[in-house]
T-cell receptor, first 112, second 112 residues
Framework: GENVEQHPSTLSVQEGDSAVIKCTYSDSASNYFPWYKQELGKGPQLIIDIRSNVGEKKDQRIAVTLNKTAKHFSLHITETQPEDSAVYFC???????????FGTGTRLKVLA | EAQVTQNPRYLITVTGKKLTVTCSQNMNHEYMSWYRQDPGLGLRQIYY???????DKGDVPEGYKVSRKEKRNFPLILESPSPNQTSLYFC???????????FGSGTRLTVV
């Protein structure tokens, strides 16, 4: 069945450094790739998304890149701050369906 | 404030005792969905609804029921809960199902 692999499962960076989280999807018909940030005790919050007709999207300190040939997409956070510490989830949606497959999450710790 | 509201936030129940987790959104979204979150497994889709009276199974529907009688409400029903349904549950909504979700704050369910 469809699958989304997410790496790494945990990531620690120094404040001010960059963080990169990678996801690989199995269904080549996937066409929408959102990223969510989940803080302790809260529901996931959409932070950025990308569609399959775009290779890169940026929003201030965060960016997402998509490589359709390799079937992977990545979240890039620059100039990390302590408030970026959270669990991040990637997801993929298959074209023509309403089904989303989520990755297993990455716990990011930004060390002050 | 635009939001998805779930109740209750915490629930402890016994095996076999029927329960309902309510979900309501105030954004006039067409699409709503239920997920469960378990350590190491990420978010898995239980059921989703594309509109009033239209629902479909996600990846883990066994043991759950849903209904969508009104656009704003999407309750999750466990007719006979079992311990393997102990989990953190999230309701989410989206304008069309083809864009990112707004998640609720979650319901932590324990079945003993």
């Amino acid at each position: 069945g469809e699958n989304v692999e997410q790496h790494p499962s945990t990531l620690s960076v120094q404040e001010g450094d960059s963080a990169v989280i990678k996801c690989t999807y199995s269904d080549s018909a996937s066409n929408y790739f959102p990223w969510y940030k989940q803080e302790l005790g809260k529901g996931p919050q959409l932070i950025i998304d990308i569609r399959s007709n775009v290779g890169e999207k940026k929003d201030q300190r965060i960016a997402v890149t998509l490589n359709k040939t390799a079937k992977h997409f990545s979240l890039h956070i620059t100039e990390t701050q302590p408030e970026d510490s959270a669990v991040y989830f990637c997801a993929a949606k298959t074209s023509g369906t309403y089904k989303y497959i989520f990755g297993t999450g990455t716990r990011l710790k930004v060390l002050a | 404030e635009a939001q998805v509201t779930q109740n209750p936030r915490y629930l402890i129940t016994v095996t076999g005792k029927k329960l309902t987790v309510t979900c309501s959104q105030n954004m006039n979204h067409e699409y709503m969905s239920w997920y469960r979150q378990d350590p190491g497994l990420g978010l898995r889709q239980i059921y989703y609804s594309m509109n009033v009276e239209v629902t479909d199974k996600g990846d883990v529907p066994e043991g759950y029921k849903v209904s969508r009688k009104e656009k704003r409400n999407f309750p999750l029903i466990l007719e006979s809960p079992s311990p393997n349904q102990t989990s953190l549950y999230f309701c989410a909504s989206s304008p069309t199902g083809f864009t990112g979700y707004t998640f609720g704050s979650g319901t932590r369910l324990t079945v003993v």
